[in-house]
Every structure is written in C-alpha cells, then in structure tokens.
C-alpha cells in the first residue's frame, strides 16, 4: 500500500474492466490500461496519453503503479550487466543480463532472499524475506529489456528464473508472471525460451508436470549422491533423489519435455570419476543435458572451482555415455553476477552505511 491506494499490478486484468466502468467509462478503456501496465510497461497513470486527463486523475486518486526501480547497474569485463531492484516495500533483488554469442539472457529472481539454505550459494547469506508477486517478476524482464535494447541494441532472447530464491516455493505467481511474459498481451515470447531452475521442490515438479507446462526446466542437482547432497542441500533431506528421480519421470512423461540438470564443479567434492558415474547412472531416468557451471567463489563460503584437468576428465566421461555436455562459462564473476553470487551485496552496505 501507499498512502491507503492500492497497487493496481497487483489486480487481476480481468478486474480493470470493473475499475473503468466504475469511473464512468467505456468497457474497451480496460484494455487500454492493460496495454499500458503490460505492454508498454508504464510507470505513471500520467504517461497513459490515450486516457483523458479526468479518467487518470480517478485512477491516481484510488491506486499506484508499483514496479522494481532501478537503483545500480554493473557491467563486468566480459559486458555481462547486473542490476539491482529495489522494491515498493524497500526489499531488495537482482537480475543479470548475460550476453552469449547471438542471445541475450535474462536472469530473473523470484523470491526477496533464499530459504532453502544451500551452502554454495551467495543469496542463501541473506535469509528469507518474502516472495515476489507476478507483476515484480515480469517487470525485472520489462526492465532489462530497456536495458538490452539501449546497451546492445537487442531484444532478450532467453529467460532464467535462476536469480534469487526458489522458483517452485512461490509457484503460484511464477506461474502468473510466465503467463504475462508468453501471451500476446504481454510480451509474446515463445515458451520454449524461458527455463524455470528449481533446487528439486517435488510437489512444485509434480505441479508443473500436471500443468503440462510448455517452458523448460532445470533441475539444480549438483551431485547424484543423496549423502553429499544433503550436506550442501538442506532442501534434499525432504526432496531426496530417490523421489526426485520418480517425479522427473512422471514430469517427462506429461510433457515430453527434456530435463536440464546443473551441476556446480566442486574441488574435493564431486569432481572425481566415481561422482561422474553416478552423475550418469542418475542421467539414465529420462532424455536430459547436463550443464557443468565453474563454480564462481564467494567470500565466507569455503568451496573452491574444481581443476580444468578433472573438469575434462569428468566431461569425457559422460560424453562416453552418450550423455550431451555442456561447460557453462562464468559470466559476470568480476561484479558477483555470476551464478551462485547474487546477494543485493552493494546495495545492502549502502542501506547499512545511511543508518549510521
């Protein structure tokens, strides 16, 4: 809320047909105003110049226009771009635009923080603070794209939900906000270019599977041994791999789609050929890629990249399994933008230091 108005984003679209005839206009000014919420991403009831002056006025008066704003912007050596957002209520989250030879990827946070804990990861240090509504997760992308389109000259290309938080822990508005980035009354982009990354929530995958949803999912698995993975995962004690094995099988057989699993490269604990066959025997559920990250280090977490030597060996290994490979790249390290590093952490010291 802001002074007693209500957040007109937060409204069901199907709601703005209401909202105009109550102030005494005609049913087609609703699809006016979804068009400028959605389509042309407004800020202001002021920039609606197809509104009579009167009717913005009534709607000023009785709602606000919430949307992240841009506090910071980092670009790194290799023109990867981090942004931090901040929020109606002064939360805090980050997106990263992330150029690869013809795309341009949008990483997008769905939660304020983390629950989930994982001892890897930079968002796990901020803690839990709330989930995003669908309107703050579709608007990162709306704000990126401006973004894209005046440092690249380019449009967003593809989309991950592997920023901040976990996706399938506030699946409702995910869900929404995927929903507005794919029809033609948002932003029209094809299903097949947004990849939702989950830690392994299985009712979330069951949900998803029963939806048959049409974007893509990546499975953040890391080790195929459920001792290990429990240790650096918390959420495994209650997501084990035996049962996340059963529900990407049930997820492949409603959608017939492909599993991307991410497997962050560690040092000294799940780089050795023991852990690639069981990253293999894993693989055999279902038609999968894998996608190795180099792990990017964090400052007061003591995992470290593993070598490239093992890396190789590692990567033959699978290959020999006729398993498809891919190294992903760090982008963004220099700026912490890079996978695992999101953590508001520039952004948060500059609200430490205005208290004092």
């Known amino acids: 809320m802001k002074d007693d108005k209500i957040d007109i984003k937060t409204l ?20 006016q105003l979804h068009e400028w919420l959605w389509k042309k991403h ?40 981090k942004i931090a957002f901040r929020l109606f209520d002064n939360s805090l989250i980050e997106g990263v635009i992330i150029p690869s030879g013809d795309r341009l990827t949008a990483c997008i946070s769905s939660q304020v923080g983390c629950a989930l804990g994982c001892k890897f990861c930079a968002t796990a240090t901020m803690g839990f603070k709330r989930n995003l509504m669908a309107y703050e997760i579709y608007d990162q992308l709306a704000e990126i794209e401006k973004i894209a389109l005046e440092q690249f000259d380019d449009s967003i290309s593809n989309v991950v939900l592997m920023g901040m938080g976990e996706p399938l ?57 459920n001792e290990k993975r429990s240790r650096i995962m918390p959420t495994n004690t209650k997501n084990d791999l035996f049962e996340l094995k059963k529900v990407i099988q049930y997820f492949h057989e409603q959608t017939g789609s492909r599993i991307t699993y991410e497997y962050l490269f560690l040092k000294g604990f799940n780089d050795t050929l023991d852990d690639a066959a069981l990253l293999a025997e894993f693989c055999k559920i279902s038609p999968c890629k894998i996608n190795i990250i180099e792990y990017n280090p964090v400052n007061g977490i003591p995992f470290k990249p593993g070598s490239k030597q093992d890396l190789s060996s590692f990567v033959r290994y699978l290959e020999n399994k ?25 952004e948060r010291k500059k609200d430490k230091n205005n208290e004092k």
């Open 322 to 346: 006729n398993l498809i490979v891919n190294i992903r790249q760090s982008k963004g390290a220099d700026i912490d933008a890079a996978c695992g590093q999101l953590a508001c952490r520039i």
């Open 42 to 81: 407004a800020h202001s009831f002021d920039d609606m110049t197809n509104l009579s002056s009167e009717l913005r006025e009534k709607l000023s008066k009785e709602f606000f226009i919430g949307y992240p704003k841009i506090t910071s912007k980092q670009q790194s050596k290799d023109n990867t771009i």
């Open 169 to 225: 822990l506030n699946y409702d508005e995910v869900s929404k906000a995927i929903n507005f980035m794919t029809t033609s009354n948002g932003m029209g982009m094809s299903p097949s270019r947004i990849t939702l990354s989950t830690a392994g929530i299985i009712s979330g995958i069951k949900q998803m599977a029963d939806d048959n949803v049409k974007y893509n999912l990546a499975i953040s698995l890391h080790t195929a041994d």
């Open 12 to 31: 069901d679209p199907q709601e703005y047909i209401a909202i105009i005839k109550k102030c005494g206009e005609k049913p087609f000014r609703a699809k």
